[in-house]
């Protein structure tokens, strides 16, 4: 990193700062040498771990402290189930601080994208209608439909198992799509009904 000094650099400094005098003179004092190296190394620790520290202030590069982010945002985030991989993690912290929701399709297909769907889409109901209404087009329902939309992942999920990709104890199609929907449920409209299709 740019910001952090080396060794080397902290010695020189170190060195410059001696005050004038024989006591203080390297050539006849060998073992100051030694010491300032050693705290020089020190020195640079120091800096290494505040640039971490200032890492760790940033959700998008925290590491080390998601814990402490969990406790203040109230995570980890039930829907991830009860033992959530350390990245979810770091991804739930994420996005609990930046997002800010949306009723946009676009919104929940992000969503669905983030937990594995790459393929995901939007498909929006409409409720029949004199002089909109046309024969042989698809996803039209009853008055209802104004509140129904479907989200469509577009296909299994990267971590369903299947044969010759599975070892032996594992479920065979399973398509995890638990935390999906729950992060669905929560994030849509209160009046609208979601439909999730595993295709």
């Known amino acids: 990193m740019a910001g952090i000094r080396t060794a080397g650099q902290y010695e020189e400094q ?8 024989p006591a203080w003179d390297l050539e006849t004092m060998p073992q100051l040498q ?3 190296k050693g705290i020089a190394e020190e020195l640079t620790r120091i800096d290494a771990r505040a640039c971490d520290l200032q890492n760790e202030m940033d ?3 925290v590491s080390e402290l998601v814990p402490e ?3 203040v945002m109230q995570l980890p985030d039930p829907c991830l189930g009860l033992s959530p991989l350390y990245d979810d993690r770091r991804l739930a912290v994420r996005r609990r601080l930046l997002a800010v929701g949306s009723q946009r399709a676009a919104y929940y297909i992000e969503i669905a994208r983030s937990q ?3 393929d995901a889409s939007v498909t929006e109901h ?3 209608r004199m ?3 046309r024969f042989g087009a698809a996803h039209f329902g009853t008055w209802q439909a104004h509140f129904m939309w479907t989200l469509n992942t577009g296909g299994r999920q990267h971590l369903g198992r299947r044969f010759g990709a599975s070892y032996w104890g594992e479920r065979f199609g399973i398509n995890p799509g638990n935390a999906l929907e729950c992060l669905i449920h929560r994030s849509a409209p209160a009046h609208t009904q979601v439909h999730i299709n595993y295709d």
Request: hydrophobic share 40%; charged share 20%; aromatic share 8%.
């Open 69 to 71: 982010w969990e406790r």
């Open 126 to 128: 409409r409720a029949p």
């Open 116 to 118: 594995g769907y790459p």
């Open 131 to 133: 002089g909109r209404s």
């Open 59 to 61: 959700p998008v590069t």
């Open 14 to 21: 170190l060195i410059a700062l001696l005050p004038s005098g």
């Open 34 to 36: 030694k010491v300032l």
